[in-house]
T-cell receptor
Framework: EDQVTQSPEALRLQEGESSSLNCSYT??????LFWYRQDPGKGPEFLFT???AGEEKEKERLKATLTKKESFLHITAPKPEDSATYLC????????????FGGGTRVLVKP | NAGVTQTPKFRILKIGQSMTLQCTQD?????MYWYRQDPGMGLKLIYY???????DKGEVPNGYNVSRSTTEDFPLRLELAAPSQTSVYFC???????????FGSGTRLTVV
């Protein structure tokens, strides 16, 4: 059974204080690892897909990296508008392109 | 381009009542999904569909049913609502392959 664990559960940062979120996974035949951002009361919004160990992707202040067992989402010099819940999900080789999600990390950036 | 549209946004049901959560997408995506999200938890897959006329169970299908008569619509039916079905329900769609999902804005359901 595919498993995804995210840590920490919550993170409080001062504006400009860089940090990293962790996503560890157990899956047979990883096809892709996905990062989403979710604002309160809204659906998740797609950020990145990573396909293989060593791959990195960037978007504004966010940078995602992937190893064979985990992924990191680095937030560089965060701003209050980066406050959200960040969800990690894995896609294995099973039919239907289904995603298995982690529990998320709630990030609060204070000015 | 509306993306994925879910209705209603909020609903309160009494125990034993039934209802249908509507989901429509206008992106011509073949793949559609229903997830539920409980407070502080990740999303759990209820049902999914790989195309019109084809549906399959996800991780937590008990108490729910789906149908997919068209590419655009993927309604979720709750029969005999129970308090354990209190949750936020998200519909999503994708082209398939490595594409990320596009999610709707969710339906917040409370069963009392």
């Amino acid at each position: 059974e595919d498993q995804v664990t995210q840590s920490p559960e919550a993170l409080r940062l001062q504006e400009g204080e860089s940090s990293s979120l962790n996503c560890s996974y157990t899956v047979s035949g990883l096809r892709g690892l996905f990062w989403y951002r979710q604002d309160p009361g809204k659906g998740p919004e797609f950020l990145f897909t990573l396909y293989s160990a060593g791959e990195e992707k960037e978007k504004e202040r966010l940078k995602a990296t992937l190893t064979k067992k985990e992924s990191f989402l680095h937030i560089t010099a965060p701003k209050p508008e980066d406050s959200a819940t960040y969800l990690c999900a894995v896609q294995a080789g099973a039919a239907g392109n289904k995603l298995t999600f982690g529990g998320g990390t709630r990030v609060l950036v204070k000015p | 381009n509306a993306g994925v549209t879910q209705t209603p946004k909020f609903r309160i049901l009494k125990i034993g009542q039934s209802m249908t959560l509507q989901c429509t997408q206008d992106m011509n995506h073949n793949y559609m999904y229903w997830y539920r999200q409980d407070p502080g938890m990740g999303l759990k897959l209820i049902y999914y569909s790989v195309g019109a006329g084809i549906t399959d169970k996800g991780e937590v299908p008990n108490g729910y049913n789906v149908s997919r008569s068209t590419t655009e619509d993927f309604p979720l039916r709750l029969e005999l609502a129970a308090p354990s079905q209190t949750s936020v329900y998200f519909c999503a769609s994708s082209l398939g392959g490595y594409d990320g999902y596009t999610f709707g804005s969710g339906t917040r359901l409370t069963v009392v």
